[in-house]
T-cell receptor, first 111, second 116 residues
């Protein structure tokens, strides 16, 4: 079946350190992999995404890497700040417009 | 810039009642998605529409139905409500660039449904 595993479920880092969140997907037809940040009671906000024909993408302090062979993709946040504290979700989308979300990672950046 | 609009923002219903949630996508967007998010849970994909046709279905109960209208707005109809239906319901919209490319989802603010 289709599922996306996400690890870790919680992550605490000191301000200024890096944070890494990893996801593994099962559906080999998946071709688009967004990452969302969600604050309590708010809507998910897209922070970065990657297509299946790209191995890495970077946007300032945020980067995503994709290993299609291993069906694995990761979010990297460098120089973390307290305002980065939130729940982060990975997702995988296959061609027919269906997104499967990971179970989320609660990131806490300690000042 | 215009965003996805959802109404109502909050809804309280009794068990076995019906509810209708509405979603107005970003202008020119042709795809709508519905998600259900329980407390502390990840968003669960319910259903999607592309150009007013159902595109894909997820874990949507038979008690729920949805459609996309000619003006691209969408409605999620929920009948015989159960306590477990209490959740945040998000709608998202996107513009499909091509059928194999990316289509960035923009989420609405959500409708919080409480079933008593």
């Amino acid at each position: 079946g289709e599922n996306v595993e996400q690890h870790p479920s919680t992550l605490s880092v000191q301000e200024g350190d890096s944070a890494v969140i990893k996801c593994t997907y099962s559906d080999s037809a998946s071709n688009y992999f967004p990452w969302y940040k969600q604050e309590l009671g708010k809507r998910p906000q897209l922070i970065i995404d990657i297509r299946s024909n790209v191995g890495e993408k970077k946007d300032q302090r945020i980067a995503v890497t994709l290993n299609k062979t291993a069906k694995h993709f990761s979010l990297h946040i460098t120089e973390t700040q307290p305002e980065d504290s939130a729940v982060y979700f990975c997702a995988a989308r296959r061609r027919t417009y269906k997104y499967i979300f990971g179970t989320g990672t609660r990131l806490k950046v300690l000042a | 810039a215009a965003g996805v609009i959802q109404s109502p923002r909050h809804l309280i219903k009794e068990k076995r009642e019906t509810a209708t949630l509405k979603c107005y996508p970003i202008p020119r967007h042709d795809t709508v998605y519905w998600y259900q998010q329980g407390p502390g849970q990840d968003p669960q994909f319910l259903i999607s529409f592309y150009e007013k046709m159902q595109s894909d279905k997820g874990s949507i109960p038979d008690r729920f139905s949805a459609q996309q209208f000619s003006d691209y707005h969408s409605e999620l109809n929920m009948s015989s409500l159960e306590l477990g239906d209490s959740a945040l319901y998000f709608c998202a919209s996107s513009l499909v660039v091509d059928r194999v490319g990316t289509d960035t989802q923009y989420f609405g603010p959500g409708t919080r449904l409480t079933v008593l």
